[in-house]
């Protein structure tokens, strides 16, 4: 999911507002018909931690988010921007639902892998019920048949009769930036020249949210991929990161929320 992300975001960016009103009536469809209760927020989560290379991005989004209404959002671990958004079935929200079930993740809890495998992928499992959220975390060489479950969270792997819109590129309306130490190549700093990044509870770096009037502008320049860009923030050189926010997700706090 690498792909150069300038002209793109300018393009879906534009066209978010219009794609939320044709999502959101899909929503409603969706949700009177789920298992009861029926919940808009988020019901299944997926996050793949460690291996050969680990994220570099803090306070990522799920690799796999469902939430109730049937949207999916999948990001790349990686490249936090170049994230996808689709649509399930009922049937298709039902039928993960109850695998989460059957697979026991209504109960949180370590299963123990093997401590012998270097570079191990850690999986997590987050399940939304009966009023709260259940996390299981899976070690490395535990459990195939979660991993079976965990590689099944996929918008390639979900069959296309399950999904009521086509996956497509994720068009935030918000998007956050975080502040991380800079290590990239020395070069001279440039002036953040949106609102700066501020102290936020419950998270351990300064981050600022900007809405539609400026989220195109930020990812713009957050788009850092190439080549890391020091920025200057009240006195300090520091790397920004770019986060869209998922839905649901109004501002910085929600990032110390995520699953």
């Not at 988020?42 to 939430?67: C, E, Q, T």
């Not at 958004?85 to 079930?101: F, I, K, N, P, Y």
């Not at 270097?118 to 999986?123: I, K």
């Not at 788009?223 to 006195?235: A, Q």
Request: net charge positive; glycine share 10%.
């Amino acid at each position: 999911m690498g792909r150069p992300i300038g002209m793109r975001w300018r393009v879906l960016l534009a066209a978010g507002a219009g794609l939320g009103v044709l999502i959101a009536g899909c929503g409603q469809s969706v949700a009177g018909t789920l298992p009861s209760p029926p919940h808009a927020g988020l019901l299944l989560a997926k996050s793949v931690d460690g291996g050969i290379a680990p994220s570099p991005v803090p306070l990522r989004a799920p690799d796999f988010a469902l939430y109730g209404n049937g949207q999916v959002v999948e990001s790349d671990r990686y490249r936090p921007t170049d994230a996808r958004t689709a649509w399930l079935t009922d049937a298709g929200v039902r039928r993960l639902a109850s695998r989460a079930t059957r697979l026991g993740l209504r109960h949180g809890r370590v299963v123990h892998g093997s401590g012998q495998v270097a570079d191990g992928q850690t999986l997590r499992l987050a399940f939304a019920h009966d009023g709260r959220r259940d996390t299981t975390t899976v070690e490395p060489m535990a459990s195939p048949a979660l991993q079976r479950f965990a590689d099944d969270l996929s918008l390639d792997a979900i069959p296309r009769s399950e999904l009521r819109v086509a996956p497509r590129p994720y068009a935030p309306q918000r998007v956050a930036a975080v502040t991380a130490p800079f290590t990239g190549p020395p070069g001279p700093p440039r002036d953040w020249p949106l609102a700066a990044p501020r102290a936020v509870p419950g998270l351990d770096r300064a981050c600022a949210t900007y809405g539609p009037a400026d989220a195109k502008r930020a990812l713009d320049l957050l788009d850092d991929r190439s080549r890391p860009v020091p920025w200057r923030v009240d006195g300090q050189v520091v790397r920004l990161i770019g986060l869209p926010l998922l839905p649901y997700e109004t501002g910085c706090p929600d990032l110390a929320r995520r699953p």
